[in-house]
């Protein structure tokens, strides 16, 4: 018994003098790493209605609605889409904002998801 205490008080010794390896999460925060993909946030005045990002998702985590249509003078059409994100169903695997051809999806860097109902999970961009 002597024998491992006499092994293990150097080591006891060492660790005594250095500072903490854990983070006091609640109190301190830390920053994500480059290339975190956090939640999925969509610009909807670059959407196109393409609907690449809903057929492209593995989680079927979200919706594109056609919100208005509306002609100008020179004949031009435009359109409004609104996008619904599921994120109780989102995997964060980026997917969506990969194959956006406008570039309408980022990730970013939130990681605070937690939520008491699914409700309070699901956003709506329009």
């Known amino acids: 018994m002597s024998l491992r205490l006499g092994a293990m008080l150097p080591e006891v010794l060492r660790h005594l003098f250095k500072k903490p390896a854990t983070v006091?999460?609640?109190?301190?925060?830390?920053?994500?790493?480059?290339?975190f993909r956090g939640r999925p946030v969509m610009d909807p005045n670059l959407c196109i209605g393409c609907q690449l990002c809903v057929k492209d998702c593995p989680s079927e985590a979200l919706e594109i609605h056609k919100e208005s249509e509306s002609t100008d003078?020179?004949?031009?059409?435009?359109?409004?889409?609104?996008?619904?994100?599921?994120?109780d169903r989102c995997s964060h695997c980026a997917q969506c904002a990969e194959?956006?051809?406008?570039?309408?999806?980022?990730?970013?860097?939130?990681?605070?998801?937690?939520?008491?109902?699914?409700?309070?999970?699901?956003?709506?961009?329009?």
Not at 24 to 35: H, S, T
Not at 102 to 116: G, L, R
């Open 24 to 35: 006091q999460y609640p109190f301190e925060k830390i920053g994500v790493p480059k290339g």
């Open 99 to 126: 194959v956006c051809p406008k570039k309408a999806i980022h990730m970013n860097t939130e990681f605070e998801d937690a939520a008491f109902d699914r409700g309070a999970l699901k956003i709506v961009y329009k």
């Open 73 to 87: 003078e020179a004949g031009k059409v435009s359109k409004r889409f609104s996008m619904t994100f599921y994120l």
